[in-house]
C-alpha cells in the first residue's frame, strides 16, 4: 500500500520552530517531487514548498520564504520541513505530497500535479 505519512506537528509559540517529517511506505521516494501544502481554517490549500527529485531544486511560497526550509533524505525515504520563526497565520493542518517524475528534476508547485497525499498534521502557533 502506497501511503505518506506527516509527522512533527504540534502547539508552538510564536517566534517558535517546528520540523515536519513526510515518509513514504510502499514506494521509493527518489522518483518523486514532493510538496507541502497547508490549508487553515476558513481558507483554501495553499502551496507551501516543494522539491525536486535530486537537484537540490526548490519553491517556497512568499508567505514563508526565508522562515521555512524544505530537504530530502532520499536514503530515509523522507522530506523535511523545517519552520523557523513562525507565526499565528501559519497555524493550519500541513499536507506532504508526492508526484511521480521519472523524467528528471522538476519543481511543481500545483497541487492538482501531485499523485499521493498524506493525512496531514496540525500546526498551531498560538501564545
Known amino acids: 500500500q502506497l501511503q505518506l505519512v506527516e509527522s512533527g506537528g504540534g502547539l508552538v509559540q510564536p517566534g517558535g520552530s517546528l520540523r515536519l517529517s513526510c515518509t513514504a511506505s510502499?514506494?521509493?521516494?527518489?522518483?518523486?517531487?514532493i510538496g507541502w501544502f497547508r490549508r487553515a481554517p476558513g481558507k483554501e490549500r495553499e502551496g507551501v514548498s516543494c522539491?525536486?527529485?535530486?537537484?537540490?531544486?526548490?519553491f517556497y511560497a512568499d508567505s514563508v520564504k526565508g522562515r521555512f526550509t524544505i530537504s530530502r533524505d532520499n536514503a530515509k525515504n523522507t522530506v523535511y520541513l523545517q519552520m523557523n520563526s513562525l507565526k499565528p497565520e501559519d497555524t493550519a493542518i500541513y499536507y506532504c505530497?508526492?508526484?511521480?517524475?521519472?523524467?528528471?528534476?522538476?519543481?511543481?508547485?500545483?497541487?492538482?500535479?501531485?499523485?499521493?497525499w498524506g493525512q496531514g498534521t496540525q500546526v498551531t502557533v498560538s501564545s
Open positions: 505530497a508526492a508526484a511521480w517524475v521519472p523524467g528528471g528534476n522538476i519543481v511543481l508547485i500545483a497541487a492538482t500535479a501531485y499523485d499521493y
Open positions: 510502499g514506494f521509493a521516494l527518489d522518483a518523486y517531487a
Open positions: 522539491i525536486s527529485r535530486s537537484d537540490g531544486s526548490t
